[in-house]
């Protein structure tokens, strides 16, 4: 079962921040969060755990909610290149299937 | 050079006429899973393995096959291919911890055209 994404879209203007929100209806041991460009395949950005950690990535961080199912990407200070399509895919406690969500399309523009 | 590699990357064919796409990965990786990827839809899970001769179905198994005889290869069969078949395929891979898959490294994808 796909996670849900939110929102569909984003645009931004460079330095700008976003958030990028990701909820699942299952338990989840843990969250992935990959970014696609466009023609390309997708390329890692963090995994988190169950425990409600926080990663940062540079400007990129997120956060697990594992009580509330829910993760968050957050791009601060956007710059250009972060533009793309962002997964996040969940794998739950009682099974070994990653699944992604719908993606979040995001553009920064200058 | 750590890779996923997928077979053909571009392909148009007929419905009706099996085919077979590979997907070789040299980082000695026990987990490896298929997915394709339609506008608006994201990217859906077919099916997945996580060692030699273990596998299972995915949220969008019908109408593929897989097998997984080595660790480095997983091929996904279409037997007999439909125009709702027409997607952009990827093929991942990573390492199994026995309670969680690590980073997923992804092929190129396989674009496939069903007339």
């Known amino acids: 079962q796909q996670p849900v994404q939110s929102p569909q879209a984003v645009i931004l203007r460079e330095g700008e921040d976003a958030v990028i929100n990701c909820s699942s209806s299952k338990a989840l041991y843990s969250v992935h969060w990959y970014r696609q460009k466009h023609g390309e395949a997708p390329v890692f950005l963090m995994i988190l755990l169950k425990g409600g950690e926080q990663k940062g990535h540079e400007k990129i961080s997120a956060s697990f909610n594992e009580k509330k199912q829910q993760s968050s990407l957050y791009l601060t200070a956007s710059q250009l290149s972060y533009s793309g399509t962002y997964f996040c895919?969940?794998?739950?406690?009682?099974?070994?299937?990653?699944?992604f969500g719908k993606g979040t399309s995001l553009l920064v523009t200058p | 050079e750590a890779q996923v590699t997928q077979n053909p990357r571009y392909l148009i064919t007929v419905t009706g006429k099996k085919l077979t796409v590979t997907c070789s990965q040299n980082m000695n990786h026990e987990y490896m899973s298929w997915y394709r990827q339609d506008p608006g839809l994201g990217l859906r899970q077919i099916y997945y393995s996580m060692n030699v001769e273990v596998t299972d179905k995915g949220d969008v198994p019908e109408g593929y096959k897989v097998s997984r005889k080595e660790k480095r290869n997983f091929p996904l069969i279409l037997e007999s291919p439909s125009p709702n078949q027409t997607s952009l395929y990827f093929c991942a891979s990573s390492f199994w911890t026995g309670a969680n898959t690590g980073e997923l490294f992804f092929g190129e994808g396989s674009r496939l055209t069903v007339l």
């Open positions: 895919g969940t794998l739950s406690n009682s099974g070994y299937a990653l699944n």
